[in-house]
């Protein structure tokens, strides 16, 4: 069975610039949600994507968006970048959108904005 | 808005002793309250969940125990081993907001030899 995987592991952008991240999710499962995870930090939820439609957002503007593919693995999109949006990326897939299903998490991505 | 409070940052545990890391949270609509452990350069990953309608869970060396009159529940490390040394991170989410995590600070374990 294989996990979550992330691509690209680590990405360097400059400011102003558009950025996309890739997530697959674990085999079997229909949803995947993002979280940005600023250093030292937490992981603060980004959205959840469920049987490809947006099911759910946190507290971040639109340039942050997102798509679900058939196969059900994920893109996140970042327009317009600013230095703090700097932050490791991580995605993680459930066999259903309920709370009671473990969320597997990826490695994440490390995007750093200069 | 923090909604879920960690406690401590870090944490130095002798290999042997007992790691306790604590959490408030505010929303009482919460009714899932996992904890993720996530070594450096990995993923989070899920040790442990509870639900408010009990007050303990025990899985091997961890224990989580859930107070909900003080919205508080807390992890307990037994018997600390030198590969728990990891960042620890509580969470809470309610079933109407469908699979969204609200995580706390983290705190950083060190179990030394």
């Known amino acids: 069975e294989t996990g979550v995987t992330q691509s690209p592991t680590h990405l360097i952008k400059t400011r102003g610039q558009q950025v996309t991240l890739r997530c697959s999710s674990q085999s079997g499962h229909n949803t995947v949600s993002w979280y940005q995870q600023a250093l030292g930090q937490g992981p603060q939820f980004i959205f959840q994507y469920y049987r490809e439609e947006e099911n759910g957002r946190g507290n971040f503007p639109p340039r942050f968006s997102g798509l679900q593919f058939p196969n059900y693995s994920s893109e996140l999109n970042v327009n317009a970048l600013e230095l703090d949006d700097s932050a490791l990326y991580l995605c993680?897939?459930?066999?259903?959108?309920?709370?009671?299903?473990?969320?597997?998490f990826g490695p994440g991505t490390r995007l750093t904005v200069l | 808005q923090q909604q879920v409070k960690q406690s401590p940052q870090s944490l130095i545990v002798q290999k042997g002793g007992i790691s306790i890391i604590n959490c408030a949270y505010e929303?009482?609509?919460?009714?899932?309250f996992p904890w993720y452990q996530q070594f450096p350069g990995k993923g989070p990953a899920l040790l442990i969940a509870?639900?408010?309608?009990?007050s303990e869970k025990k899985e091997g060396r961890f224990t989580i125990s859930f107070n909900k009159s003080a919205k508080q529940f807390s992890l307990h490390i037994m018997d600390s081993q030198p590969g728990d040394s990891a960042t620890y991170f509580c969470a809470a989410s309610k079933a109407s907001n469908t699979g969204k995590l609200i995580f706390g600070q983290g705190t950083t374990l060190q179990v030394k030899p």
């Open positions: 993680a897939s459930s066999p259903e959108h309920t709370t009671t299903d473990t969320q597997y």
């Open positions: 929303n009482t609509a919460f009714d899932y």
């Open positions: 509870i639900r408010p309608d009990v």
